[in-house]
Each structure stands twice: as structure tokens, then as C-alpha cells.
């Protein structure tokens, strides 16, 4: 049985500083409706605009992952994301008072510790998890990136580095399942090699940065100045670094650390896809402008994945539920405004109907005559005209109704409907239909794939004699 979507019980906060800014800010967690998935809120900026966990919405890669939406922008967001899916919650509302991600010790351990702070509950909404039928891959040949996802039955990672550096060799890394994020992953901070950091430092950035945050690597000798600017930038007297290695010989909290960090980035970097996976993730060389790439891959996948999912199974060739004159003993539209042909299927929830784009269409006499096109408010109306044959059935008079629009929402068209195309509508119930109104969500398809899509509200009302008999909801 699929599993449910969770969000936490109660707000939670965590305060710490900015890894390149070095400003404090505050992040709370937050709880979250049901297919809410992970939202950031700027707190400090006017209007407090949110910004979703999209990988569309990415804006720089260069020293961890930004994202910008509504005019304002979060760093470093990768290590808030991981523990959030490490935690297995779903839906989450983070709130933050700066444009960074608090660096805390450089992992995901204080985030999934105040998570567990807050509590989890289970939301009533099902899990819509990403899934794989076929391998997915992706490669940089500059950066000598490679990734891989194949289909499992559970969200898994494995991870190769190498950066040619004798102290950090190879590595590799493995998270067999999600349960292992807490435990093997979380704590693992992020790396630097020390020519790196002098490069940050010398930009007047990682203000925030010190031998708390981060592991230092250092793979060549360093002589007594550097090291005394070492101690002076860092404020911290002791610093030293025997030959090569980790400067202050920092004890790792695993032999392969900087690889598992490598790991939890991809964790939190593939939450920008949208939701929860069941893939098998095999990463080379991995860095964020590559788990960010790889991301819209999956993420462009998973639409195609969802359009033909959506694409409703039915038989063209066999007969229909409803021929036209079936339908226009429902409807009042007549030629040139009659725009459904057949209905396939009717339930009390939804209706799927069909219209065959011909050149003898009058609308094509005038758009446009030397390259015809469907007009886009003609597919909406035949989209509305088959939800008018399921509001119509559900009175004993139906002849005796008209139907008006009240609203059209959310309306996208994906690409043109020319002579020849067969338009496939398929409809279904928002909210119970009452007092004659009906809220219904439409895709049109042409050749399985969506051509339009939108919401839109409809009113049956009663005709007395000529005259439209007023209802209790009176139309604007």
C-alpha cells in the first residue's frame, strides 16, 4: 500500500550565521499542506515572497546552491534540503531572515536535530513518488561529470570523488536507503581545499567560515607566514598542519567524509526535482552545477512521465458512450458553436470526450487562412461544452438548462491544434457539483500529449419560457 505524505507537528527554529556573509539569521521549519512540498520564505525582504524548491528556479551553482523567485533569492540551500527529505518529510514551509542558509558545523546533523525537535505527522494526501522505467544519464565531459539513475524500489545513492589530491585520493560513498541519510550521511561536513579557501578569503567571502564549519584539506607544505595568516583570519592561534593532510588534524567522523558529503549534496540538490524518488542515483565527480543539471533532466522526464500517465486509456475505435446526437439532446450549442463529437466515458466524477479538428470548420475560413489553428478560446470551450454533458446529466430536463461560464483558470496551451488532430478532453470534478455549479480540471491531448490544460467554473440555469430564470447565484 503507498505510503502517506508527512509534514512536522510544529514550528521549529535554528539560528546561526551565514557561511559567506557572516551575518546571523534564523531558519524555521514550518508545517505544510498536503502537496506543498519545500517552499522558502524571505522574512526580511518586503512582501516576504516565497521561493519553490525548483530546479528551474536556480540561479548560481558556484559556491552551493541559489535559487530566485519573486525578486528575491536563498544560498546555500542544499544542506536544509537534505535533512528535510534524510527526515522523509514531504511538505515544509522554511522561513528565513537573511539571504543564507545558516552553515551551522558545514552538514545536515543541527537540522535533523531540531526537525526531530518538532515532530511528524502523517498527512492524508498518498505519496506521488518519481520513479524510472528506463536508465537516465548525464555527462559533462568538461568537468568529467557522470551520473547515472536507473530504477529501484527505493531512493539510493552512490558517489565516486577524486580530485587528483594525494590526501584525499578516491572515495566512494553508498546510501542504500533513505534511513540511512541520519545516522551515516547527515553528519558529514562539507571540504575545502586550503588554495581554495585562500581564493575565498581574498574575495572577502566564507565570513562565516571557520574550523568549526568546514574540513580543510591540505595537500602541500606550508610554511610558517601562511600559517600565521591562517591564525589571524580565522582567529584562532593553534591553527597548524603537520606535512599534509587536514589542517589542524580535524578528526573525520568517517575515514570517506568528504565523499559522503558529496552524497548529501546530491540528496538535498535532487529535491529541487519536486518530489519523493525511487531511483538509484550513481554520481562521478558530482558538484552542484551537475546535480542541478541532472535534476532537470528528471524533473523534464517526470512530466512526460505525468502527461502519459494522465493520458486517459481509452479506444477511439470503439463506439462511444454518446454519438453527436446523443449530445445535442444534453447541449443547446448548434452548428458552428456544437464543438463535441463523441463522449467516451462519463462517471459522476469526470467525462472524457472527443472532437475531430477538420479544415471545413468555419473558424478556419479566418484564422488564419494560409496556416490554420485552432483558436485557443475554441478549446476551452470545447472543453467546457463536454463538462456542460456531465453538469447537464445530473438534472431529469436537461433540455430545459443553459450553460454559462463563471471563471477560467490557470489556463496554459502547450502547442497548436491543426486540421486532422483529434482533441481528447478529460475532465474531472474539483468540488461536488451543487446548485448547478461545477468546478472541473481539463487536459486536452492531441497524439497522447497535453495540448491545453486549465480549471475553469460553469453554471447550468434553467430556462422559463424565453427568458433566463434567476438562481441564487446570480452570474456577473
Known amino acids: 500500500m503507498a505510503d502517506k505524505q508527512r509534514t512536522i507537528q510544529k514550528a521549529v527554529s535554528v539560528t546561526g550565521k551565514g557561511l559567506h556573509t557572516g551575518a546571523p539569521v534564523t531558519l524555521t521549519f514550518n508545517p505544510a499542506p498536503e502537496n506543498h512540498w519545500y517552499k522558502f ?181 606550508l610554511p610558517e607566514d601562511k600559517l600565521n595568516y591562517l591564525r589571524k583570519v580565522f582567529n584562532k592561534p593553534d591553527v597548524e598542519v603537520k606535512g599534509k593532510g587536514v589542517l589542524n588534524n580535524t578528526k573525520l567522523r568517517f575515514f570517506n567524509e568528504p565523499a559522503r558529503h558529496k552524497l548529501l549534496d ?91 479538428v477538420t479544415l471545413n470548420e468555419e473558424f478556419f475560413k479566418g484564422h488564419f487562412p494560409d496556416n490554420p489553428v485552432m483558436p485557443g478560446v475554441l478549446i476551452i470551450e470545447a472543453m467546457a461544452q463536454c463538462g456542460g454533458v456531465l453538469v447537464l446529466g445530473t438534472v431529469p430536463d436537461p433540455e430545459n438548462y443553459l450553460t454559462y461560464f463563471i471563471k477560467i483558470d490557470n489556463v496554459k496551451f502547450k502547442q497548436k491544434v491543426v486540421p486532422g488532430d483529434t482533441l481528447v478532453f478529460s475532465l474531472h470534478l474539483v468540488t461536488p457539483i451543487r446548485r448547478g455549479i461545477c468546478h472541473m480540471r481539463g487536459v486536452a491531448y492531441v497524439n497522447n500529449k497535453p495540448v491545453m490544460e486549465g480549471e475553469m467554473m460553469a453554471q447550468i440555469v434553467k430556462v422559463k419560457g424565453h427568458e433566463v430564470k434567476t438562481t441564487e447565484a446570480q452570474l456577473a
Do not use: W
Request: glycine share 6%.
Open 41 to 221: 520564505q524571505r522574512m526580511d525582504v518586503e512582501g516576504q515572497p516565497t521561493i519553490d524548491a525548483d530546479c528551474d528556479l536556480v540561479v548560481d551553482t558556484s559556491r552551493g546552491t541559489t535559487l530566485e523567485q519573486n525578486g528575491a533569492r536563498v544560498h546555500t540551500t542544499e544542506h536544509v534540503l537534505a535533512a528535510l527529505v534524510g527526515m522523509n518529510i514531504d511538505n515544509c514551509l522554511i522561513q528565513v531572515t537573511g539571504p543564507e542558509m545558516p552553515i551551522m558545523d558545514g552538514s545536515s546533523l543541527n537540522f535533523i536535530e531540531v526537525l526531530e525537535t518538532a515532530g511528524v505527522v502523517e498527512q492524508e494526501a498518498f505519496r506521488d513518488y518519481y520513479e524510472l522505467t528506463e536508465n537516465l544519464t548525464y555527462e559533462d565531459p568538461i568537468k568529467k561529470v557522470e551520473m547515472l539513475a536507473v530504477p529501484q524500489d527505493e531512493f539510493r545513492v552512490t558517489v565516486m570523488v577524486d580530485y587528483g589530491s594525494e590526501v584525499l585520493g578516491t572515495q566512494h560513498a553508498s546510501m542504500y536507503n533513505i534511513g540511512q541519510f541520519k545516522e551515516e550521511i547527515a553528519p558529514c561536513r562539507t571540504f575545502v581545499f586550503l588554495r581554495e579557501l585562500e581564493a575565498l578569503i581574498a574575495h572577502n567571502l566564507i565570513k562565516g567560515g571557520d574550523m568549526d564549519n568546514a574540513i580543510v584539506l591540505v595537500d602541500s607544505e
Open 266 to 356: 546530491i540528496v538535498g540538490d535532487l529535491a529541487l526535482v519536486g518530489k519523493p524518488m525511487k531511483i538509484h542515483v550513481l554520481a562521478a565527480l558530482p558538484g552542484h552545477a551537475g546535480n542541478v543539471a541532472f535534476a532537470k533532466k528528471l524533473k523534464a522526464l517526470a512530466k512526460i512521465q505525468k502527461a502519459e500517465k494522465d493520458y486517459p486509456k481509452i479506444d477511439l475505435n470503439k463506439p462511444p458512450l454518446m454519438n453527436t446526437m446523443d449530445i445535442m439532446k444534453l447541449l443547446p450549442h448548434r452548428q458552428p458553436m456544437m464543438l463535441v463529437d463523441k463522449i467516451m466515458e462519463m462517471s459522476e466524477k469526470h467525462v472524457i470526450g472527443i472532437k475531430n
